[in-house]
């Protein structure tokens, strides 16, 4: 327990990013591994309910694989995999809405509503806003998205709601879609011009050494990202997850994070602090 001598420090120190921040809005990614601990799930809603309180727009994207599977499990249907993504047929997506834009989404609103935040629940068929296609044939009914529909967002964030937002897409013609969560907040940061999108994961950010939590790299310019490639410090899922970061600010966004979500009250050590906690990705000097 910090004594009140720092929380008065920090708050000092948060109060310049507190006023950079207002009435900017902020993309949060939430999801995975991250979500599994309910007192850290806890935290998180706290700290987005203070962001809101002083004056922050947040947007709170989210995903749930691990739900998804457990739920597909007690159901008798097998999770497959390819290149990292969830095969998904048409009954798999079906689990997916309902598991997403149901369970999930609605236990984070209800979460943040006992704080005390104002928030409501979305996904991305809510106004069409996440309009997809199939990302390939060999995917099933993963979802790449073609096109970005604000209008409810900004609607619900004008009315002094946090829009919750569940990464479920669809097509003209009824299909159902399972976005990728990381490629889902990228694409609506950037359709948003938001002032900053966090991904919420559960490693400390872009490590220069993988095997070693030490060697966090804490800022990296879009345009070095082809050479940490190449040197292999981006590697494996990595790979897509910062290609995210690096599309969201070619869209406009003007700083992306990637920090731990497994670190108590991490994301306002990211946002409202001089030292921050994971990798910052912008555009260049």
Same mark, same amino acid.
Do not use: W
């Given at each position: 327990?910090?004594?009140?001598?720092?929380?008065?420090? @920090?708050?000092?120190?948060?109060?310049?990013?507190?006023?950079?921040?207002?009435?900017?809005?902020?993309?949060?990614?939430?999801?995975?591994?991250?979500?599994?601990?309910?007192?850290?799930?806890?935290?998180?809603?706290?700290?987005?309910?203070?962001?809101?309180?002083?004056?922050?727009?947040?947007?709170?994207?989210?995903?749930?694989?691990?739900?998804?599977?457990? *739920?597909?499990?007690?159901?008798?249907?097998?999770?497959? @995999?390819?290149?990292?993504?969830?095969? *998904?047929?048409?009954?798999?997506?079906?689990?997916?809405?309902?598991?997403?834009?149901?369970?999930?989404?609605?236990?984070?609103?209800?979460?943040?509503?006992?704080?005390?935040?104002?928030?409501?629940?979305?996904?991305? $068929?809510?106004?069409?806003?996440?309009?997809?296609?199939?990302?390939?044939?060999?995917?099933?009914?993963?979802?790449?998205?073609?096109?970005?529909? &604000?209008?409810?967002?900004?609607?619900?964030?004008? +009315? !002094?709601?946090?829009?919750?937002?569940?990464?479920?897409?669809?097509?003209?013609?009824? !299909?159902?879609?399972?976005?990728?969560?990381?490629? +889902?907040?990228?694409?609506?940061?950037?359709?948003?011009?938001?002032?900053?999108?966090?991904?919420? &994961?559960?490693?400390?950010?872009?490590?220069?050494?993988?095997?070693?939590?030490?060697?966090? $790299?804490?800022?990296?310019?879009?345009?070095?990202?082809?050479?940490?490639?190449?040197?292999?410090?981006?590697?494996? !899922?990595?790979?897509?997850?910062?290609?995210?970061?690096?599309?969201?600010?070619?869209?406009?966004?003007?700083?992306?994070?990637? &920090?731990?979500?497994?670190?108590?009250?991490?994301?306002?050590?990211?946002?409202?602090?001089?030292?921050?906690?994971?990798?910052?990705?912008?555009?260049?000097?």
């Amino acid at each position: 327990m910090i004594g009140r001598k720092e929380q008065a420090e @920090f708050l000092l120190e948060a109060m310049p990013y507190i006023e950079k921040y207002q009435n900017k809005i902020l993309v949060i990614k939430y999801g995975g591994n991250a979500m599994q601990s309910e007192e850290l799930k806890h935290s998180v809603m706290r700290d987005l309910t203070l962001l809101q309180f002083v004056g922050i727009k947040v947007v709170l994207v989210h995903g749930g694989g691990p739900e998804i599977s457990q *739920t597909l499990s007690r159901m008798g249907i097998a999770s497959r @995999f390819v290149n990292g993504l969830r095969y *998904t047929d048409e009954e798999t997506a079906e689990v997916v809405r309902m598991v997403l834009a149901g369970k999930v989404n609605k236990s984070l609103v209800h979460m943040l509503g006992g704080l005390g935040a104002k928030a409501i629940g979305l996904c991305g $068929i809510d106004g069409n806003m996440l309009i997809c296609e199939k990302e390939s044939e060999e995917l099933g009914f993963v979802g790449k998205i073609v096109k970005v529909n &604000t209008d409810v967002i900004v609607d619900c964030l004008n +009315a !002094g709601y946090l829009p919750v937002i569940s990464t479920v897409g669809c097509d003209d013609v009824g !299909g159902i879609y399972n976005v990728n969560a990381d490629t +889902a907040a990228s694409a609506i940061a950037g359709a948003l011009k938001a002032e900053s999108l966090i991904l919420m &994961t559960d490693i400390r950010g872009l490590l220069e050494d993988k095997d070693d939590e030490n060697s966090l $790299i804490k800022k990296v310019y879009v345009s070095d990202i082809p050479s940490l490639i190449k040197q292999g410090i981006i590697s494996g !899922g990595m790979i897509p997850k910062i290609n995210c970061c690096k599309e969201a600010i070619r869209r406009g966004v003007n700083r992306v994070f990637i &920090t731990d979500g497994r670190v108590d009250h991490s994301l306002l050590l990211e946002l409202l602090s001089d030292e921050g906690m994971g990798t910052m990705f912008v555009k260049g000097d």
